[in-house]
């Protein structure tokens, strides 16, 4: 595809169940990220991804998150046990590369995902 | 702690009409600088991107300031349109080792433009 596609676009969950959320970065991307913007706030960052691993989970707000990329691609962020509080829109971009200082390559971003915890 | 503001939080203005962003940031070492617009329901689009040295960029209708010494940028757009209704997202990068790239959000200035 030509962009980052997420799905579902809206999820809408009971609470205390699981939700998983999908990324397709765009082909060749390396680089993929995870972002939480809630309502009236800026985007907060979850976790980094180079290739299949993640050096960087800093941003995950409790265990319950968690999250994987498998082949290099695709990646999955899992809620577990999900609480009103997770209610928000749940955003993935790509970046081409991630070599040391190239803080210039833009992160293109995904559609995301509003989840809804009633 | 890196942090990233932008005023006003909402603006309306008249279709035709100018209008100036603001953005103010404290983020060290300082990489680069982007303005993003975020239409409804889409993720953000970058528009602009400034590294230390430049002080302007324009793409078609908007125009980025920065002034690296105060840490300040705007986003100036000029005869506004209405498909300009979108909040737009001042976002700075500190440089990091490692590439990881994490960037500092503002929260935005949400646009409407009427007729």
């Known amino acids: 595809g030509a962009g980052v596609s997420q799905s579902p676009s809206n999820k809408v969950t009971e609470k205390g169940k699981d939700v998983e959320l999908r990324c397709d970065p765009i082909?060749?991307?390396?680089?993929l990220y995870w972002y939480r913007q809630s309502l009236g706030q800026g985007l907060e960052f979850l976790i980094y991804?180079?290739?299949?691993?993640?050096?960087?989970k800093s941003g995950l707000p409790s265990d319950r998150f968690s999250a994987e990329r498998t082949g290099g691609s695709v990646s999955t962020l899992t809620i577990q046990r999900t609480q009103q509080e997770d209610s928000a829109v749940y955003l993935c971009?790509?970046?081409?590369?991630?070599?040391?200082?190239?803080?210039?390559?833009?992160?293109?971003f995904g559609p995301g995902t509003r989840l809804t915890v009633l | 702690k890196n942090q990233v503001e932008q005023s006003p939080q909402s603006l309306i203005i008249l279709e035709g009409k100018n209008c100036t962003l603001q953005?103010?940031?404290?983020?060290?070492?300082?990489?680069?600088l982007r303005w993003y617009k975020q239409d409804t329901g889409r993720g953000p689009v970058s528009l602009t991107i400034m590294t230390f040295s430049e002080n302007t960029k324009s793409n078609g209708r908007y125009t980025a300031t920065l002034d690296a010494d105060t840490k300040q940028s705007s986003l100036h757009i000029t005869a506004s349109q209405l498909s300009d209704s979108a909040s737009y997202i001042c976002v700075v990068s500190a440089i990091e080792w490692g590439g990881g790239n994490k960037l500092t959000f503002g929260t935005g200035t949400q646009l409407k433009v009427e007729l």
């Open positions: 082909s060749g991307h390396t680089a």
């Open positions: 953005c103010n940031y404290t983020v060290s070492p300082f990489s680069n």
């Open positions: 971009a790509s970046k081409q590369t991630s070599l040391v200082l190239q803080g210039g390559n833009e992160q293109f």
């Open positions: 991804f180079q290739g299949n691993s993640a050096p960087d």
